[in-house]
């Protein structure tokens, strides 16, 4: 099993609503064994990054395929496009 991140950075006029947004997003990853954090800007609080995490084989689907889960990452581009990145754990042994 490999570890996976999507890293997304967002502008974010509406706090609120996109904070709540966020937490059914992280709901929807942490039940299904994932997990999830936020941290807004030092200098910028209306700047975010998000990063969700998970394991999966090198074949298959994984968490960031799962409906629910998609559907929850989309809700958060009605707050303004996020610039995306997507990484997998390197073997270091």
Do not use: C, P
Request: hydrophobic share 40%; glycine share 8%; aromatic share 12%.
């Amino acid at each position: 099993m490999k570890r996976y991140l999507i890293s997304t950075i967002r502008n974010v006029s509406d706090r609120d609503r996109y904070l709540a947004t966020w937490r059914q997003l992280r709901d929807a990853v942490v039940d299904r064994g994932g997990r999830a954090w936020i941290f807004a800007g030092f200098d910028d609080s209306s700047r975010f990054i998000e990063f969700i995490e998970w394991q999966q084989t090198d074949v298959g689907v994984g968490l960031i395929d799962d409906d629910v889960v998609n559907t929850a990452r989309s809700e958060l581009e009605h707050f303004g496009a996020g610039a995306q990145q997507q990484w997998k754990e390197v073997e270091t042994r």
